[in-house]
């Protein structure tokens, strides 16, 4: 049974009784009405632009109970502690509980005495939970939909795909009158098509909100030797939370280790550490005892911290798409943050090597089709960092929305670098590809470049390639220059390059154009030592005294949280500190109408939160 649509009005009172919010972020209550209305949805919302919201309001404005199939632990355990803290009556039965918790949590479910209920695929599939709880929730109108969250799991074109989500379909034959809602935060046109298929949504109605983060700065910088000093001076001088990326354990050992014999707070996180040791550092983490988590990808679909202020890949991540889904957990809270990519030229071969680690365990024999859906991947993801286009369009490109540029929110945009004409030196390295393809040869960049570096190396010789016209009249760049060039030539499609093992380069119409000189090639200049960031235009800055009262408001909120066994931002998050930091209220009433305050936190945390503004104003 479904409730006719609230008007924008009661939609709105509601919204502020049960979360705090006074207004909808973009594309929200338009979601919420179609779930009200029981209609099958696809929701695409970017992490941050709050769709837990769009299935969990649906759910207390409605009778029975809205069951949420969530992949991970930490991810049912943290929305529930969230909505609890918000008086909302919710629970998760997953494999973390004991027998005896599972069964009173499972009773108190028949009995109604929750809003929503988190579940893993595989609990929910179990055919004695089917049978003996939802079948039941069903016979009794009890069901009111089924949200698939991380909907994007259930594509195997997906960047996180589980085979388990594939037997979600089988939802809507046992039950073909509950709506089923799909939420994610990341899907190509492609996978948005499957999650429609594997779901069997019925003419489901079809949210896509813009992929694009106005509040995230992007930025590609150089690895160098002034890598680690300027990411240490980066999060010392910034003290904000921050996730640092790597691609192998070894390096979040070595780096965790670095960072804390300098002086900050740093964990580790890995698969190979135990589970109680990963457990610790996440929470560490989240409940600010550490400012800084090193990790690999294991770490962050779990992870709903709101308030990370730095995102930052120590490595070339493998695909542009886990890229923008590892970048997007910073500012989820709507505030400024910045995300830093790394990029150097050694990355590429260890990024070849781990593709080419791809094979059949039992065989021993390459994954070919892995290998070149890897490849093409890859090739994406350095198209990204040697681009010198709005970082924005070439991301938001990749997922399928065209985005215009000049977002004044990136490096390319924000500093961008002086373009110089390599027209001739690309003539050069297009006219040995042309001179060994005459002997029907075909060869990779990294052999092109000894030709014209001019390398007598025992293979050209041996082949009698020292004898080209070609040969040694690239001497003038460096080697380094010349794989710069190279990659450049590739990612403009200059030249074609195999995605098998042996990436050899042909000629295409845009090469003979180049040798013509119908056509020229351009490429920016490598990226100079860091400018100073400039505050943002119009950007209000907090008054000293606002700052004073904001560090305060944080102790509190922590001393909170922490005799709560919850994470700080489950009280509150940073902007709604700010908000009482700037309007100072004095009075329960005043303190109501702060952003983010619903009834129950004002009933909770109101009157320690009034009395320590109210001192902290009469110390002043």
């Known amino acids: 049974m479904h409730l006719c649509s609230p008007t924008f009005d009661n939609l709105n009172v509601s919204l502020k009784k049960l979360f705090g919010f006074d207004a909808f972020r973009p594309g929200q209550e338009a979601v919420v009405q179609d779930a009200l209305a029981g209609r099958d949805l696809l929701a695409l919302m970017p992490t941050g632009g709050g769709k837990s919201l769009c299935f969990q309001l649906p759910a207390l404005l409605q009778p029975g109970v809205t069951v949420v199939v969530s992949p991970l632990i ?8 969230q909505l609890l803290d918000n008086g909302i009556p919710a629970t998760f039965i997953n494999s973390s509980l004991e027998f005896r918790e599972i069964a009173e949590r499972t009773a108190a479910l028949m009995q109604g005495k929750y809003k929503l209920v988190y579940l893993a695929p595989e609990r929910l599939l179990l055919a004695d939970f089917l049978v003996y709880v939802v079948d039941k929730l069903a016979s009794k109108h009890s069901l009111n939909a089924f949200v698939i969250d991380e909907a994007h799991c259930v594509s195997e074109w997906g960047h996180d795909f589980r085979p388990d989500y594939r037997q979600l379909s089988s939802l809507r034959k046992r039950y073909p009158t509950v709506p089923v809602l799909a939420f994610t935060a990341t899907a190509t046109p492609r996978v948005q098509a499957d999650i429609v298929t594997q779901l069997a949504l019925r003419k489901p109605a079809v949210h896509l909100t813009s992929f694009n983060r106005a509040n995230l700065h992007y930025k590609v910088r150089p690895k160098n030797q002034q890598t680690y000093p300027e990411l240490l001076t980066q999060l010392r001088e910034s003290g904000g939370a921050a996730i640092v990326y790597c691609l192998s354990r070894r390096r979040v050992d070595e780096l965790a280790g670095k960072l804390s014999a300098d002086g900050l707070r740093a964990l580790p996180y890995h698969a190979g550490l135990d589970a109680v040791t990963r457990r610790c550092n996440q929470e560490a983490f989240i409940r600010d005892d550490v400012q800084v988590i090193v990790a690999t990808v294991a770490f962050g679909m779990g992870i709903n911290k709101p308030d990370v202020r730095w995102v930052i890949h120590y490595d070339l991540p493998r695909t542009l798409e886990g890229y923008y889904q590892e970048s997007g957990r910073a500012g989820r809270d709507g505030d400024p943050a910045h995300c830093i990519l790394y990029f150097g030229a050694a990355d590429i071969g260890t990024a070849e090597y781990l593709i080419q680690q791809k ?3 039992t065989t021993g024999h390459a994954l070919i089709e892995e290998q070149r859906v890897a490849r093409e991947q890859l090739r994406h993801v350095l198209s990204y960092a040697q681009s010198n286009d709005c970082r924005r369009t070439v991301q938001l490109g990749y997922l399928g929305e065209a985005y215009p540029g000049a977002c004044g929110a990136c490096d390319n945009c924000c500093a961008p670098r002086d373009l110089q004409d390599v027209s001739t030196d690309a003539q050069q390295f297009l006219s040995c590809i042309a001179r060994l393809a005459e002997q029907s040869q075909r060869f990779g ?4 470049i000894e030709i014209l570096l001019g390398l007598a190396s025992e293979r050209i010789l041996a082949r009698g390639h020292s004898n080209l016209t070609v040969f040694g009249i690239g001497k003038h760049r460096s080697l380094a220059d010349w794989r710069v060039l190279a990659r450049s030539i590739v990612h403009q499609g200059l030249a074609d390059e195999t995605l098998d093992a042996y990436r050899v380069l ?8 180049i040798l013509r000189g119908a056509r020229t090639m351009v490429m920016a200049r490598p990226i100079k030592a860091e400018r100073k960031r400039k505050s943002s235009a119009g950007a209000r800055s907090p008054t000293l005294t606002e700052t004073s009262l904001f560090d305060h408001l944080r102790g509190l909120r922590k001393q909170l949280a922490d005799d709560a066994g919850i994470p700080p931002y489950v009280v509150f998050h940073d902007a709604t500190l700010r908000a009482m930091a700037e309007r ?3 009075t329960l009433d ?3 109408h702060i952003p983010g305050v619903g009834q129950a936190k004002l009933a909770r945390y109101g009157e320690r939160f009034v009395a320590a503004i109210g001192r902290s104003i009469t110390l002043k």
């Open 74 to 81: 930490a991810l049912m355990q943290d929305q529930v502690r």
């Open 359 to 361: 094979v059949d365990p």
């Open 445 to 448: 960049a990294a052999y092109l």
């Open 506 to 513: 042909s000629l295409n119409t845009k090469s003979w154009e």
């Open 584 to 586: 100072r209220p004095m």
């Open 590 to 592: 005043q303190f109501a």
